[in-house]
Nanobody, 129 residues
């Protein structure tokens, strides 16, 4: 069963914007932590942003002030609004969620994205200079 499905990736010039969406199959209203992480070509994975059940958000320093994470429980969708994109933002972006074994979201920060065990297949974002 596919739990998380990302969309919205594409190619954009530096300074442009993209909005990623994640069809989350009910996770937005019951997961204590959801987020986005990314992996650049040949690079390591990096936590980008998280949002807990109460809506508290957290961002990596590299995207703070440019990216916004949000969710719509009625639409069961997680979003990542990305503005002022830079070539170094080029990466595969993954949606992720904490499963039902987690009963709180106090730990929900971007640098703890590895704890989010439910993951999508990713959507590619390419930013050209």
């Amino acid at each position: 069963q596919v739990h998380l499905v990302e969309s919205g990736g594409g190619s954009v010039q530096a300074g442009g914007s993209l909005t990623l969406s994640c069809a989350a199959n009910g996770y937005t209203s019951r997961s204590h932590c959801m987020g986005w992480f990314r992996q650049a070509p040949g690079g390591e994975r990096e936590g980008v942003a998280t949002i807990n059940l109460e809506g508290t958000t957290n961002y990596a320093d590299s995207v703070k002030g440019r990216f916004t994470i949000s969710k719509d429980n009625a639409k069961n969708t997680l979003y990542l609004q990305m503005n002022s994109l830079k070539p170094e933002d080029t990466a595969m972006y993954y949606c992720a969620a904490a499963g039902p074994s987690h009963n709180s979201g106090s730990w929900c920060t971007a640098n703890r994205y590895r704890i989010l065990e439910v993951r999508g297949q990713g959507t590619l974002v390419t930013v050209s200079s």
